[in-house]
């Protein structure tokens, strides 16, 4: 066994515990803008917050009506907006070691002073670090909800997906439905032609998918050939629209697949969800449609509105 060193000790020291206890003093009570700033910018992780924050500090130094911020992380927009615009403006590509971490953008009805675009930039050199660290703990979090191999969020994201959309179906009595898509013999695809190719697949027909709905939908990967769709604001005969459409999307796929072409059909199943359920009992709904559609032919949408 390797011997680890023992850390030694030594005697107290009064002096350097008071001058720290002083230090710690002065960060708290620091009437210093920019020490405020980033004491307070590294209580939260959160970047919607963060910017709030920064919005609160900067404007007490140089007066502006409108902050807008923009970036792209991972697959997604994020963007945050405070104020009304004016015909002036700044604009600064927030980077730190050659990576970029987004545009931000203040507006007002006067034009900025050289001072006061010094004062800017100045703030920005001691938010870009919690900055930083924020869109990259957005990333790690995008990470954890998206599937690896299509790119689509995953069950992880379904699961939060279904609970919010229950309460919001609940509170503003607006339809909303689910549809889940198995891909049919997809076992066979992996044995007869590997797993490569069986990927390969996977990420066509994700991509198919995504193509057959709106914007507003949502898919995820909810198993090893398994699909959801989440519609909002949507009623059980438009879900069933949606379900053909995309079986019909996964049917015109083409694969090589060497000596013979590829192709695969999918089932659907329809579920819409029903006051006072559960996102649980809701997503048991739609699995039992699918269920359905599989023992009765495969290659077609079975809709499910009640557990019997």
Not at 99 to 112: E, K
Not at 121 to 141: D, F, G, H, K, W
Not at 189 to 209: K, R, W
Not at 246 to 255: D, F, H, Q, W
Request: net charge negative; aromatic share 6%.
């Amino acid at each position: 066994m390797k011997n680890i060193p023992s850390i030694q000790q030594s005697p107290a020291q009064p002096q350097k515990l008071a001058a720290l206890r002083q230090a710690h003093q002065d960060w708290n009570n620091t009437p210093d803008v920019l020490t405020r700033l980033t004491r307070r910018l590294s209580t939260t992780l959160s970047l919607e917050q963060q910017l709030a924050i920064l919005a609160e500090e900067l404007v007490a130094i140089v007066p502006f009506t409108a902050l807008n911020y923009r970036h792209r992380i991972g697959k997604q927009d994020f963007v945050y907006a405070t104020g009304m615009g004016g015909p002036h403006r700044c604009e600064y590509r927030l980077s730190l070691e050659g990576v970029n971490y987004g545009t931000l953008v203040l507006q007002r009805r006067q034009r900025f002073s050289e001072q006061e675009l010094e004062g800017v930039e100045m703030i920005l050199s001691a938010a870009i670090c919690p900055i930083r660290n924020a869109c990259q703990y957005v990333a790690i979090e995008q990470a954890s909800l998206t599937d690896s191999l299509t790119g689509i969020p995953n069950k992880r994201a379904l699961d939060d997906a279904l609970q919010r959309s229950s309460v919001l179906s609940e509170r503003h009595g607006d339809p909303y439905s689910l549809v889940l898509c198995d891909l049919d013999h997809f076992k066979t695809v992996n044995d007869t032609h590997g797993h490569v190719v069986g990927d390969h697949l996977l990420q066509i027909a994700a991509a198919e998918i995504e193509k057959s709905i709106r914007t507003s939908d949502s898919v995820y990967r909810f198993g090893g050939e398994e699909f959801a769709i989440l519609l909002p604001h949507t009623s059980e005969q438009d879900a069933k629209d949606v379900a053909e459409r995309v079986r019909e999307a996964i049917a015109a796929i083409r694969v090589d697949g060497g000596e013979k072409e590829l192709k695969v059909t999918t089932s659907c199943g329809v579920a819409t969800f029903l006051p006072g359920e559960s996102s649980q009992a809701w997503l048991a709904r739609a699995d039992e449609a699918l269920y359905r559609a599989k023992h009765q032919g495969r290659n077609c949408t079975r809709v499910f509105a009640t557990i019997s």
